[in-house]
């Protein structure tokens, strides 16, 4: 009901304020060279994020819930920082200088004097006039007068916990401009938390403008009878804490997995298996990064369950030793029960 009532408003202030000026641009603009003036409304539910799985196993809020949802709530919205692109080219802004839109509030009365909080909308900017068309919007973050991100607009994708369910219209998000319109866009929004930012669907060192360097995985491993299969693999990746009895900080990624295929020769009554190697991003700050990392070998062939034969500290060097050439990158190779050994030897002997 609450955003029913935010959208109302919105609707309303939209009618009374686009009446003048649509006859005037159509005076000023010839047909063929209309400009759709874009604006966006940020909209924010405050009881996203106790939705979202942040809570206590009792259902009941921590302190340190509550002031984070309090802060978050009683944020001023300043600029909308987005990236918009049309037939898959980027046309405004990127991931590391997104196109920033100041942002302005006009005053709400709840009828049932449940709710003041404003409507936020874009101000109007030359750089949103755009052809009639449809449009992709990429990413958008609300940042306050600090520049601080505050909101966001979650973004769908197949990482576990994607918070992108909770919205209606989660990104990316299609605009289409229709000639002779002046769209508003009502954008869902929930409150930025950093110690979960992978579950946002962005690669969270681009919304922390963060430096990546990208690692990845291939594994085999060995019967009994010493043959060798593609493994079937799983990886969780944290920050290195700095204390071998306590490793896991941060959690960059969980559960990732690599993809097995299968190729049929019906002709012969064959098949041939095989496995994907596994990539990720990993942030690559000044100075050294360390990460700890746990691989769980999966059930497969000639493996029935899973298993954890991995698990220790790697650095930002040891993954740069893997880049071989421009644009070319080793990945790290482990092998299970194999007579080899890994190459390189990150990780010292596994649980083999």
Known sequence: ??????????????????CTTDSELSEELPVAEELINLQFGPMLNDLLFLESGQQTQNNESTPEQGDFTQNCVSAIPAFLDIVLSRE??????DMDTPLRIPINQIPFN???????????????????????????????????SNEDIVWLAPRMDDTS??????????????????????????????????????????????????????????????????????????????????????????????GLENAIWVEDDFENEEATYGATTLCMQLPDAPG?????????????????????????????????ALFDGPGALDPYHFRVACSNSDSPDLFGPGED
């Open 1 to 18: 009901m609450r955003k029913l009532y935010l959208l109302t408003a919105f609707c309303i202030f939209i009618i009374t304020n686009s």
């Open 88 to 93: 898959g080219n980027i046309m405004l802004g």
């Open 110 to 144: 709840d009828p049932n004097g449940d709710n003041d909080q404003p409507v936020y909308f874009t101000e109007e900017s030359p750089a949103l006039q755009l052809p009639p068309g449809t449009y992709q919007l990429e990413y958008a973050t609300v940042l306050d």
């Open 161 to 254: 916990g994607n918070l992108a369910n909770l919205v209606d219209n989660p990104l990316p998000l299609s605009i289409n401009l229709n000639s002779g319109g002046k769209p508003y866009v009502p954008l869902d929004v929930i409150c930025f938390d950093d110690r979960i930012v992978n579950r946002y669907g962005y690669i969270f060192f681009d919304i922390q403008g963060v430096e990546i360097i990208e690692f990845c995985i291939f594994g085999n491993y060995c019967d009994e009878n010493g043959r060798h299969h593609s493994a079937h693999f799983s990886v969780d990746v944290w920050k290195y804490s700095g204390d071998p009895e306590n490793p896991k900080a941060d959690n960059l990624y969980n």
């Open 288 to 320: 050294l990064d360390e990460y700890y990392m746990e691989i769980n070998l999966l059930p497969g062939l000639g493996n029935s369950e899973e298993e954890l034969i991995r698990a220790g500290v790697i650095t930002d060097a040891d993954v740069r």
